[in-house]
T-cell receptor
């Protein structure tokens, strides 16, 4: 199988706190990792694509200075929400893919629910 | 920007009934995927359709990819309560940044009533 582990599952913190979310591919090497955000009753919106060893590519409207992505190894990517505010509360989901070609599926983590008070 | 329109957004049916969920776009996709997502979890891949006109069956679920690779449908026969969940379609397209990415539809929340 292809297992992606996301940690933590749930975070509650005060406004102004920075929060780091980890995404690990447990049994395969992930050349590419994706970060999505899902608001209640809405679909997944791609935030950024990161390839191991290079800078992440952010989607339009996503602030790269607020959502810091690091993909330092083939099994780990992190998303840091800096100085989080209540409007950043959402369900953040990562996925990992073995390669950049279209036939390489994305394997999803179970998501992180972020609640900013 | 590639967009996927998914319909209906909500569907409530009796157990044993049939249903169809549609996914439409004006863009051509390399392939199209269908996912099911439970509350508080990540989406789980059900199927990938690649060739225009392709039909795939997964037990009582039938997936079809349009001839022009712009639309797809999911048909469930004799729905069961266990089919309840959020169904998402996602188109696979080249991002222009050196990788392929998924564009998700808004999802169809299916409730099957016993």
């Amino acid at each position: 199988g292809a297992v992606v582990s996301q940690h933590p599952s749930w975070v509650i913190c005060k406004s102004g706190t920075s929060v780091k979310i980890e995404c690990r591919s447990l049994d395969f090497q992930a050349t590419t990792m994706f970060w999505y955000r899902q608001f209640p009753k809405q679909s997944l919106m791609l935030m950024a694509t990161s390839n191991e060893g290079s800078k992440a590519t952010y989607e339009q409207g996503v602030e790269k200075d607020k959502f810091l992505i690091n993909h330092a190894s083939l099994t780990l990517s992190t998303l840091t929400v800096t100085s989080a505010h209540p409007e950043d509360s959402s369900f953040y989901i990562c996925s990992a893919s073995r390669g950049k070609v279209s036939n390489q599926p994305q394997h999803f983590g179970d998501g992180t629910r972020l609640s900013i008070l | 920007t590639q967009l996927l329109e998914q319909s209906p957004q909500f569907l409530s049916i009796q157990e044993g009934e049939n249903l169809t969920v549609y996914c439409n776009s004006s863009s051509v996709f390399s392939s199209l995927q269908w996912y099911r997502q439970e509350p508080g979890e990540g989406p789980v891949l059900l199927v990938t359709v690649v060739t225009g006109g392709e039909v795939k069956k997964l037990k009582r679920l039938t997936f079809q990819f349009g001839d022009a690779r712009k639309d797809s449908s999911l048909h469930i026969t004799a729905a069961q309560t266990g089919d309840t969940g959020l169904y998402l379609c996602a188109g696979v397209g080249y991002s222009g940044a050196g990788s392929y990415q998924l564009t998700f539809g808004k999802g169809t929340k299916l409730s099957v009533i016993p």
